[in-house]
């Protein structure tokens, strides 16, 4: 038994000792993302229109006079018909390709400490499935709370299913989705279909056999350790 103790202590400090992987701003005074809104609506053509309403502040922090963004490439996803607007004013990108990742930077003059972004894209979608880039500021939240809110609309009679990315933490009925972040991801990806999702999905089966081995596991070493002691 006194290994089953030791084992139970090692397991509890390691759940404390977790890495925290949520991207917080550093303490030194540096530009933040303070708040975003994305709304990703698919339309009649299977394209997703995408509409973010970013606010940074801090922004008389920013060096080069460059406000700067990332979109991930994933899934060779290119997104069309991009507007960025900070403070009202329309603004083009200079972008520099990669293969995994673009960047983009704008001209932005770093003489006010707030910066309202207003983007607009579109992407072409995959058939029954959102996977969509992310136009992300390179600016990190405090990372203390959920400053972002991801609003997702598929067509109507639709449902979204809880195999997707990020994970929905309270599944609601019907064609949309409203999802509190501590930051915004660098894609999202959302699968839906005519039909209302069963209790077992994908991810719910895949979740109960790795919980039931674990106990399987976890009670056949207690059992053992038990006989040994008595032995």
């Known amino acids: ?3 089953f103790v030791f084992l139970l202590s090692i397991i509890f400090t390691c759940c404390f000792m977790l890495p925290d992987y949520v991207k917080a701003a550093p303490k030194t005074p540096q530009p933040v993302l303070q708040k975003a809104v994305i709304d990703v609506v698919e339309d009649v053509n299977k394209v997703a229109k ?9 922004t008389d922090l920013i060096k ?8 991930s490439r994933i899934n060779d996803l290119d997104v069309e018909n991009l507007v960025i607007k900070i403070n009202g004013e329309t603004l083009t990108p200079d972008i520099n390709k990669g293969k995994a990742l673009v960047k983009l930077s704008v001209p932005f003059k770093n003489d006010v400490k707030e910066a309202n972004v207003e983007a607009e894209y579109t992407v072409a979608l995959k058939k029954d499935c959102f ?8 600016y990190a939240s405090m990372g203390a709370e959920s400053i972002v809110t991801l609003n997702i609309t598929v067509p109507e009679g639709m449902y979204i299913y809880s195999n997707s990315f990020p994970v929905v933490p309270h599944m609601e009925e019907g064609n949309h989705e409203t999802i509190p972040m501590a930051n915004i991801p660098s894609h999202i ?3 839906f279909g005519a039909e209302k999702e069963g209790f ?3 991810f719910s089966v895949i979740s109960y ?4 081995a674990l106990v399987a596991i976890i009670a056949k070493w207690i059992y053992t350790e038990i006989n040994s002691d008595k032995n």
């Open 1 to 3: 038994m006194k290994k």
């Open 50 to 58: 995408v509409t973010e309403h970013i606010v940074v502040t801090n």
């Open 64 to 71: 080069n006079q460059k406000f700067e963004f990332t979109l």
């Open 131 to 138: 996977e969509v880039p992310m136009l992300v500021p390179i």
């Open 189 to 191: 990806k959302f699968e």
């Open 200 to 202: 077992f999905n994908e």
């Open 209 to 212: 056999v790795v919980f039931f």
